[in-house]
């Protein structure tokens, strides 16, 4: 009599392939890196400042334009020098000291005679090239903090708060780079605020990872930000150096 054949054994689980297991590990998705508090506050701290600098930079360039505003000029009456580092206030003139501001009182008058400010006062930035600094050193020629003969003229703009701005078109081509790099900047930001991207390593995602992360309509418009902002500031530094050389050509004739 035969016996019963006995149940076979189990057999042992398949040993998992070292390559096979690492080719499954690179297909899989990565786990997304979670977004960073710190680079939301510094998104939204970067998207304020930029649109502050896009006001003020656009506003400006029109005003220095003439666009806006009451055209005119200002009869200087008296001014104030404050000098950088290693100067200090001074009535006197002191050509080898550098001019960190200049501010000067007299009376506007628009070029229509509809407007008199016989309390005006025009603030000129000696850090600033361009209109500013053209308007100092001609100014300075004058030597009006010195109690000279006052009665010089400068024109300005006059912007609805009173406030004066010397018509000049390197101050317009200064004023637009500004702006068109903050509207940049502003680009920026929205990966910032949207992702938690933080230009430091290892805090939240890095800036690919982040824009990836974006809804559409978030990713286009920075996008377009990029594109307005890199095209105009272009536009206003070809702008600048064009001016830059004509000036420089004038001197020469």
Known sequence: MTSPPSPASPAPPPVPDPAARGAAAEGSPATPVPPSPVGRWFGVALAVAALAVIWYGFSTAALSSGLVGTRGALTISTCETQFGAGGGRSSGSHPTKRVRELTCEGTFRSSDGSVVDRSARLTLDGNQGGGDGDAISEIRKQDLDRGYEPGYEVDVNRSADGGLHVTSWLSIANCLCLGFFAVIVLGYSITCVGAGHFPRKGIGPSYSEGTASL???????????????????????????????????????
């Not at 286009?220 to 990029?226: D, F, K, P, Q, V």
């Not at 272009?234 to 004739?253: D, K, N, P, T, Y």
């Open 215 to 253: 809804p559409k309509w978030a990713t286009n418009t920075e996008s377009w930000l990029w594109v307005i902002g890199g095209v105009g500031l272009l536009l206003a530094i070809v702008f600048r150096v064009l001016l830059m050389f004509g000036a420089f050509a004038s001197l020469l004739v």
